[in-house]
């Protein structure tokens, strides 16, 4: 039994049943220690596809591709025992057709062990989360904010504020209808959210939207302070990891030139004392 209670790994069936409940804790992975360090902590982890920009640099997450996903869908799954793994589609991988979008869920579940599948629309990918759910692939949606449709989006801004909530009010219900388990709800104003989460029966996880959500997620290079490229208003640092390794890093740079590393205790003596 671990700190959450569980002794086996959650299912989404489990996440579902949390709605209204306590809340869902919920993190990004992309390595198998970090998976590890989180697995007693957390309800749910994210293979997210926030891999490309905080691990490979990418300027956004369109550039992922279905083989960056399974690398680390792989290196996650080996750091976990009892949190639900969910992984995300990458753009392109599911956009064009139910079809599509089932021969690289089945892909990415059959290669990585994952036990979800996440990938971003509201109304207009309502049919692809049915015909996912129908043939044995459970579904975390995402709406708000959908970070592969920055380019059409014009930017990473809030979604839904005044008229336009009405949009993405009836995109949640429709992920709801279609039957994901859960939706994430990105960079959406704090009333809505709420109103979302009482008027949508599956749990709505926020980032960036309310602390009166069923759960939350962070990007977990953020929360820990490691990635500080930019900081988003909705990410609190938990700790600041980041200027710990560049200390790290100078102090063994300053030593190595120094010659005081390696210092006795880190070499070998030519002869082994009898
Ligand atoms: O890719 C990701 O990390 C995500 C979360 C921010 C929800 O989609």
Do not use: W
């Given at each position: 039994m671990?700190?959450?209670?569980?002794a086996r790994?959650?299912?989404?069936?489990?996440?579902?049943?949390r709605?209204?409940?306590?809340?869902?804790?919920?993190l990004?992975?992309y390595?198998t220690?970090?998976a590890a360090m989180m697995d007693?902590h957390?309800?749910?982890v994210?293979?997210?596809d926030?891999?490309?920009?905080?691990?490979?640099?990418l300027?956004?997450?369109?550039?992922?591709t279905?083989d960056?996903?399974?690398?680390?869908?792989?290196?996650?799954?080996r750091?976990l025992?009892q949190a639900?793994m969910v992984?995300d589609m990458?753009?392109?991988?599911?956009?064009e057709?139910p079809e599509?979008?089932?021969?690289?869920?089945?892909?990415?579940?059959?290669?990585?062990?994952?036990?979800?599948?996440k990938?971003?629309?509201?109304?207009?990918?309502?049919?692809t989360?049915?015909?996912l759910?129908k043939?044995g692939?459970p579904?975390?949606?995402?709406v708000?904010?959908?970070?592969q449709s920055v380019?059409?989006?014009?930017?990473?801004?809030?979604?839904g504020?005044?008229?336009d909530?009405?949009?993405?009010?009836?995109d949640?219900?429709?992920v709801a209808a279609?039957?994901a388990f859960?939706?994430?709800?990105?960079?959406?104003?704090?009333g809505?959210?709420?109103r979302?989460t009482?008027e949508?029966a599956i749990p709505t996880?926020?980032?960036g939207?309310s602390?009166?959500?069923?759960g939350?997620?962070l990007?977990?290079?953020?929360?820990?302070?490691?990635f500080t490229?930019?900081?988003?208003k909705?990410v609190?640092?938990f700790?600041?990891l980041?200027?710990q390794a560049?200390?790290?890093?100078a102090?063994y740079?300053a030593e190595v030139?120094?010659r005081t590393?390696?210092?006795?205790?880190h070499v070998?003596?030519?002869?082994?004392?009898?």
């Open positions: 671990s700190a959450t209670g569980q790994q959650l299912m989404p069936a489990d996440i579902l049943a709605k209204g409940g306590a809340p869902i804790v919920c990004t992975a390595t220690p970090m007693a957390v309800d749910l994210l293979v997210g926030s891999v490309g920009m905080v691990l490979h640099g300027p956004s997450t369109v550039g992922v279905m960056m996903m399974i690398l680390h869908g792989q290196a996650v799954a750091g025992k639900l992984i990458p753009f392109g991988s599911y956009e057709s599509q979008a089932f021969r690289n869920a089945a892909r990415l579940m059959r290669e990585t062990g994952a036990g979800a599948v990938l971003e629309g509201g109304q207009h990918m309502a049919e989360i049915a015909f759910v043939r692939i579904v975390m949606a995402h708000g904010l959908t970070p380019n059409t989006l014009g930017g990473y801004k809030v979604q504020r005044g008229a909530g009405e949009r993405l009010m009836a949640a219900k429709a279609a039957g859960s939706v994430v709800l990105e960079k959406v104003p704090q809505l959210a709420d979302v009482a949508v996880v926020g980032i939207a602390a009166g959500c069923d939350q997620v990007v977990v290079d953020d929360m820990l302070g490691l490229a930019f900081k988003p909705f609190k640092r700790g600041t980041g200027e560049e200390a790290a890093i102090a740079a030139r120094a590393f390696p210092a006795p205790e070998f003596a030519d002869e082994v004392k009898k």
